[in-house]
């Protein structure tokens, strides 16, 4: 008995070892190809991914707000209020209709750092509607 309750808790073990390397998910040092962002007044959740440089993102974005958001991915920082001078440092921007789910892609910024994304709908920014995307390689 006492060596079958030896194994059984190596195996239990084990499988527990197994299941918590597998839920890692989206915080690997490499990065994820898919990331999701659920907008509302006036934030992103989450606010922060991690994808790798140079690489295809699948993108969800999911607005549960009761306006238009979007999803604007900056070469620098941007100095509120978003303007049209800010236009040529935007890498990809997607909108997206109050209550509804889209799926967009854009290639992830081949330089390794830290990238601002905003909402550049008037007063959304303002009032903290923004994140950071790390480019890792």
């Not at 999911?62 to 604007?72: A, M, Q």
Request: hydrophobic content about 40%; glycine content about 10%.
């Amino acid at each position: 008995m006492g060596k079958k309750f030896g194994i059984l808790a190596i195996l239990v073990l084990l499988g527990s070892l197994f299941v918590a390397a597998c839920s890692s998910g989206g915080s690997s040092s490499s990065g994820s190809t898919s990331i999701q962002a659920t907008m509302s007044e006036f934030s992103y959740t989450p606010n922060t991914w991690t994808v790798p440089a140079g690489q295809k993102i699948t993108l969800t974005l999911v607005n549960k707000g009761t306006v238009e958001h979007d999803w604007v991915l900056m070469k620098e920082p941007v100095t509120p209020p978003f303007s049209s001078a800010n236009q040529p440092n935007v890498i990809f921007s997607a909108k997206i209709a109050a209550g509804a789910t889209n799926v967009v892609s854009f290639t992830a910024p081949s330089a390794a750092g830290e990238y601002e994304v905003v909402c550049d709908v008037p007063g959304h920014l303002e009032a903290g509607m923004s994140g950071k995307l790390t480019v890792v390689q």
